[in-house]
Structure formats: structure tokens, C-alpha cells
């Protein structure tokens, strides 16, 4: 039905707006990926200890020795004085993993808002996540895959935003969700975020907050039981910028916060991590990233992993301004795993990304 409904909304779009008015892009990343894991099996995912289950959690790259598709998705958006609106209809591996309890998986984005006064717009549908310093298409970040922090991080949040923006580079805005983490959307659980943003041309640094019951268990903290899913609250906190040293060097780095307390539990569960990137634009049409990422988690949050280390090397080429073609080694160390064990895992990737405007 949302399905249906989010295709009543694309037509309302359209019918409204003369052909020139109306935002229309499709894009998709092909990729082909290995791995020095020697388990049987075209899936980079295999049930195991250490960093091997921390693929689990990767939405980016799954499958080993075929060439496969991360993301198809087509666009359409529209913004005029009083309004504006986006619906994102998307398909791939991505949605496979981080969008497989999700009975709207194949819609990434779809809302719609109106100014109310000067700079300050009241959005409402679904959005992506405010949180963090990675997007979740590929081709709006540095690197393909994605970093640790960035899995931790809810995709998408369903709900309203109250955005103001004033003096150009300044954003500030509130959210209220559904629910931030969990695929369902049954508006019960509410969540709540804060996004400040300072985006100048050389220099740019943004806060999000998000808290909420996140939990399925019952609403009535004396019902909870053991045989019902936890309640817990999250918090999160991402802190995320990004500086233009020269032409030729940017820096992007991040920070995460992330605690759960659980509800008649005597354990809580969170993450600390942080993230720092470094992109040299060789030329016009060559760019490389370097990316180091360091998290240490409680075993509720990666049951096998609570430390690790994440190395990344990436090269991209520009054969057209709507095209690339990225080469990237990716290390992964886990120095924390059960029974003392230590896990590493060497991964390296192709990926083919394009992108059509009207």
C-alpha cells in the first residue's frame, strides 16, 4: 500500500509541475569484490566468529566473485519558494541487507514539505538518517564502502522535521520519529533528534542527537518479561567534520556516541568510534582516499568484536563528470573477539558508478 501511495506522490509531482520544474536522476554502482576468507560460497557474509561476523552488519559490497549490483535508483524532486518534495525508489544489494526487514524497502526517501515562514520548512514521510558524516549512497562519499560508525547508524527515520535556515552556511532542525532503528513502523515507539550544521565553503562541522524507546518489548515497563524483547533507549551522538586545506587536500573526520540502557537489564550496551579520512585530488580526473576507523563496543552491540580497526586505501577515477571508477583495499583487525582470539580479514573491491540528470 505505501508502495502505491508513494507512486500517487510521484504523479502529484508531476502533474503540478511543468517538465523543466521537475528533478529527475537515475544512478546505480555495479562491483565486483574478493576477500581472503576461504570459506565456501559466493557470500562474503559467512556465520563466524570475529570480524568475519561483523560483515554481517556491511551494506556495501556483500557478495564475493560476481559482479553484482550495490544500488539502482531513480529520483524525482521538485522545490519552488513554498514547497518541495523528493521520492527515491531504490533496489540492490544495499536494500538486500540494510533494508531487508523493511516491508518499504524499495522506497529510500519519500517527503514532502512547505516553508511556513522565512528559511524555515516543515518536512513530513521519510528521510534519511541526520546522524553521522557518511551518506548511504556510494557516490556521495569519498569511498564506496563504509566505515564502522557509519553501520552502527540507522539508514532511514519516518516521521516530521522543523528546519530552519539562516546566514547561508547555518542549518539547525528537530525531529520527531516513528521510531529510529527498528524496520517497522508501528507509531507507537517515538524517537527524537537535533541536527546543527555550519556548511562553509573551506570548512564544515555538524552535531546530531537522536533518543528513543527503540526497544519491542511492552510499552509498560511492569509487563516486561523474559520471554518479550527488550525495551531500551538509545542515545546517540555524532559529531562529524570536514576541512579544505588546499586545493589539492580535504580531511573529513567523525565521532560517535552510542548507549543503550536496557530496561530490567543490569547491563547496558553502547559504542565509542571515531573516523578520519584524507582525499587527494591527483588531477582533474584521479582522486585518492585514505580512511583509518577505531571502535570499541560493548559485546551487546557486536557480540564477537567489541574492539577493532579498520584500514582503508581507495583510488578513483573520473572518466566523465557522471561516471567513476574506484579501486579500494580495505583491512580490518578485530583485537577483542571471544576467547581472546584476534581476527584480521583483507578485502578489496571494483566499483562502477554512474549517474543521468535531466
Given at each position: ?263 530490567n537489564k543490569t547491563h547496558d550496551k553502547g559504542l565509542f568510534g ?85
Open positions: 500500500m505505501r508502495i502505491i501511495i508513494a507512486f500517487i506522490f510521484v504523479f502529484c509531482i508531476t502533474a503540478a509541475s511543468r517538465a523543466d520544474d521537475l528533478k529527475i536522476q537515475a544512478y546505480g554502482d555495479f562491483y565486483i569484490a574478493t576477500d581472503d576468507n576461504n570459506d565456501v560460497g559466493v557470500s562474503s557474509y559467512p556465520n563466524r566468529y570475529g570480524i568475519f561476523q561483523l560483515k554481517d552488519n556491511f551494506n556495501v559490497n556483500t557478495k564475493k566473485g560476481v559482479f553484482d549490483y550495490n544500488l539502482l535508483q531513480i529520483s524525482f524532486s521538485k522545490k519552488t519558494d513554498d514547497f518541495r518534495g523528493i521520492l527515491i525508489l531504490h533496489d540492490g544489494a544495499m536494500v538486500d541487507v540494510g533494508y531487508q526487514m523493511d516491508f518499504i524497502r524499495f522506497v529510500q526517501e519519500a517527503n514532502f514539505g512547505v516553508q511556513l515562514f522565512y528559511n524555515l520548512w516543515l518536512d513530513v514521510g521519510r528521510f534519511q538518517t541526520h546522524l553521522g558524516g557518511e551518506a548511504y549512497a556510494p557516490k556521495d562519499n569519498w569511498l564506496s564502502s563504509h566505515s564502522i560508525l557509519t553501520v552502527v547508524e540507522p539508514i532511514t527515520h519516518s516521521g516530521a522535521r522543523l528546519t530552519y535556515e539562516f546566514l547561508d552556511d547555518f542549518e539547525v532542525s528537530l525531529h520527531i520519529y516513528n521510531n529510529g532503528l527498528r524496520a517497522s513502523e508501528d507509531n507507537v515507539f517515538k524517537s527524537y533528534g537535533f541536527y546543527h550544521a555550519y556548511n562553509g565553503e573551506e570548512f564544515k562541522i555538524a552535531y546530531a542527537w537522536l533518543f528513543g524507546n527503540e526497544g519491542s518489548g511492552y510499552i509498560d515497563e511492569n509487563e516486561f518479561d523474559d520471554f518479550s524483547d527488550p525495551i531500551y533507549y538509545s542515545n546517540f551522538h555524532t559529531l562529524s567534520t570536514e576541512l579544505k586545506l588546499t586545493e589539492e587536500l580535504e580531511v573529513k573526520g567523525q565521532i560517535d556516541l552510542y548507549v543503550a540502557e536496557v530496561i571515531a573516523s578520519i579520512q584524507s582525499r587527494l585530488h591527483i588531477n582533474d580526473k584521479f582522486k585518492s582516499t585514505v580512511r583509518v576507523s577505531w571502535w570499541n563496543a560493548s559485546s551487546l552491540v557486536f557480540p564477537q568484536i567489541p574492539k577493532g580497526l579498520g584500514y582503508t586505501l581507495g583510488f578513483e577515477y573520473l572518466p566523465t563528470n557522471n561516471t567513476y571508477l574506484r579501486i579500494e583495499g580495505r583491512y580490518l583487525n578485530d583485537y577483542g573477539s571471544i576467547m581472546n582470539y584476534t581476527y584480521d580479514r583483507l578485502e578489496a573491491a571494483l566499483n562502477f558508478g554512474f549517474k543521468l540528470d535531466n
